[in-house]
DNA sequence: ATTTATGCAAATCGTTTGCAAACCT
DNA sequence: AGGTTTGCAAACGATTTGCATAAAT
């Protein structure tokens, strides 16, 4: 339930400088912030999350600077039903594949796992179907829909 | 790639008509057009489609049946990151239990279906994962992002 | 007749954008 | 300097809602 990082932060600094380098954009210091603050919570947080967890942030330059943190790949968006977006560190550069317990009720977002041998067995099931059907995968995305503990 | 409905129009019809009453609702002509629509398209609808395939409805009656007919477990709300939500026919209404193909280029969303055997082995790893959570299970979604063979 | 659904137009609200000032190198 | 990023305020656009009329029972 942690955020159980596999990589440093030291590591995940000059990962993130190294993809936004790639797209030519800058490391700025609240990009730095976003990031850190994505770490440090290690679970989807949504726009008034991200903005109570860094209070000098502008609600614009937020907006702009995860886009420009997806595009890098080092940050992913995540939408549900619920009316906000969520965002989160890109799961390769956490080294933690995982996928998503969406509350119906409250609109909450958990992290969790299935065990690998599933994952792996699924993954090529998928491929297979798509390959069928001339789509190139990039992701998947498997959400589980229910109750949380709280909401019971 | 057909909807290959295993439920016939009448069948459907009569369903659909049941789940409004138990929630207190009538199956008025416009819902009847929507469940139509979507019936026969077999495929998750943006509201310009079904406006498109609906020309006398009024954009702010379908949303609110949209919202009356999803409450009645009778429409299945998808939203991807596109910027549209899109609409579909329950799946128990269906008889159809699939998932999506998301095309991250232009947005478009088609469903296809996993083997029965992958099915149940997830279903049960997945059931096992959230109740140590304690979460409760109301259904999955499972979702491949990707090119569609159109977007390459 | 009374309740519910409809359609138009206006309001909402998360998100995006224009622009001038601040920042970085 | 020369370019990018920032923050404020205004704009956008999908969805929602108020209200007067039309259906439905």
């Not at 790639?22 to 290690?42: A, M, Y």
């Not at 549900?80 to 080294?95: C, H, I, K, P, V």
Request: charged share 25%.
């Amino acid at each position: 339930m942690s955020a159980a990082p596999t990589v440093s932060p030291a590591d995940l600094e000059r990962e993130a400088q190294t993809r936004l380098g790639s797209v030519d954009q800058r490391f700025t210091r609240n990009r730095r912030t976003l990031v850190e603050i994505l770490s440090r919570t290690g679970r989807p947080l949504t726009m008034p999350e991200l903005l109570e967890a860094g209070p000098d942030l502008a609600q614009s330059s937020v907006y702009r600077n995860l886009v420009v943190l997806e595009q890098a790949g080092v940050v992913r968006r995540i939408v549900t039903n619920d009316e906000f977006s969520r965002y989160e560190l890109a799961e390769d550069l956490t080294g933690h594949h995982h996928h998503h317990l969406v509350c119906t009720s409250c609109g909450a977002v958990e992290d969790f796992t299935v065990p690998e041998k599933i994952e792996s067995l699924l993954d090529s099931a998928l491929r297979v179907t798509a390959d069928q059907r001339g789509f190139t995968v990039e992701s998947h995305r498997l959400d589980l829909l229910g109750r949380c503990d709280a909401c019971g």
